[in-house]
């Protein structure tokens, strides 16, 4: 009945009704069916990082006789191949920049657009994997599966390549921040061993008030407070960097 055929392929195909009642009114999954000896592939275009949750659908049908047709695209295996031929090209593009990239960033929009990339052309071969094994005397099915084995292939390493990548480029810059760190840390407490040796002489040398500095100086005590100031400095200075040593965290 014309009520049960789907919306998505072509009226004009001759395939069996139960591949219209399986069909709904989405593309779904990358998939086949088989009936009464007709084969229809129900593949992805190749998806983008803008479009991940939107999936057109590209159909290709094998009729009983063995002649191929397909849509949207027309060319039947011809159309097959320049199918493939879409995901080859995003595969080779993403290979060249995760060879060019060098931040973190650069890795992460890599794999934004590599993450559905991977996914579909896995369930791709997956469904030209079942068609090899439905249809084994058609050697234009088992040379289009030889190549969407080696697609998925390629954009696998591609993908582990970048996720590797921006592993790596996180874990550098993690250890130049730790480096930053830890000489912060040291020059701080260079600083703090500083004050401690000067802040009993600054202390010694306020009880001399406002007074004149030509009176301070012809002063005969200031000596003795200077050299007081000195060893109470050098005392407390070996406190504070006794105490940063016994509170440095042990590795």
Same mark, same amino acid.
């Given at each position: 009945?014309?009520?049960?055929?789907?919306?998505?392929?072509?009226?004009?195909? =001759? *395939?069996?009704?139960? /591949?219209?009642?399986?069909?709904?009114?989405?593309?779904?999954?990358?998939? +086949?069916?088989?009936?009464?000896?007709?084969?229809?592939?129900?593949?992805?275009?190749?998806?983008?990082?803008?479009?991940?949750?939107?999936?057109?659908?590209? /159909? /290709?049908?094998?009729?009983? #006789?063995?002649?191929?047709?397909?849509?949207? =695209?027309?060319?039947?295996?011809?159309?097959?191949?320049?199918?493939?031929? *879409?995901?080859?090209?995003?595969?080779?593009?993403?290979?060249?920049?995760?060879?060019?990239?060098?931040?973190?960033?650069?890795?992460?929009?890599?794999?934004?657009?590599?993450?559905?990339? +991977?996914?579909?052309?896995?369930?791709?071969?997956?469904?030209?994997?079942?068609?090899?094994?439905?249809?084994?005397?058609?050697?234009?099915?088992?040379?289009?599966?030889?190549?969407?084995?080696?697609?998925?292939?390629?954009?696998?390493?591609?993908?582990?390549?970048?996720?590797?990548?921006?592993?790596?480029?996180?874990? =550098?810059?993690?250890?130049?921040?730790?480096?930053?760190?830890?000489?912060?840390?040291?020059?701080?407490?260079? +600083?703090?061993?500083?004050?401690? /040796?000067?802040?009993?002489?600054?202390?010694?040398?306020?009880?001399?008030?406002?007074?004149?500095?030509?009176?301070?100086? #012809?002063?005969?005590?200031?000596?003795?407070?200077?050299?007081?100031?000195?060893?109470?400095? +050098?005392? *407390?200075?070996?406190? *504070?960097?006794?105490?940063?040593?016994?509170?440095?965290?042990?590795?």
């Amino acid at each position: 009945m014309e009520t049960n055929r789907s919306r998505l392929m072509p009226r004009m195909w =001759e *395939v069996p009704d139960a /591949f219209h009642r399986r069909l709904g009114d989405s593309a779904g999954r990358q998939r +086949l069916m088989d009936e009464d000896g007709h084969l229809l592939l129900i593949l992805h275009e190749a998806p983008r990082a803008i479009d991940d949750a939107d999936r057109k659908a590209a /159909f /290709f049908w094998r009729d009983t #006789n063995g002649t191929w047709k397909s849509s949207p =695209e027309p060319g039947g295996v011809a159309a097959l191949k320049i199918h493939l031929e *879409v995901y080859r090209t995003l595969i080779h593009d993403l290979d060249e920049r995760v060879e060019a990239a060098q931040s973190a960033q650069e890795y992460f929009e890599i794999l934004k657009e590599a993450t559905p990339l +991977l996914r579909s052309t896995r369930h791709m071969m997956e469904v030209l994997q079942k068609a090899r094994e439905l249809r084994k005397d058609d050697r234009q099915i088992l040379l289009i599966r030889d190549e969407a084995s080696e697609l998925e292939r390629a954009i696998d390493l591609a993908h582990a390549d970048a996720k590797d990548g921006m592993e790596f480029v996180i874990a =550098e810059n993690a250890a130049e921040q730790s480096e930053l760190s830890l000489r912060a840390t040291l020059e701080s407490r260079r +600083l703090n061993r500083l004050v401690a /040796f000067f802040f009993p002489l600054g202390t010694l040398i306020s009880l001399f008030g406002m007074n004149d500095p030509q009176e301070i100086l #012809n002063n005969r005590s200031l000596i003795w407070v200077v050299i007081l100031g000195i060893v109470l400095g +050098l005392v *407390v200075g070996l406190a *504070v960097g006794r105490g940063q040593k016994e509170g440095r965290p042990r590795e």
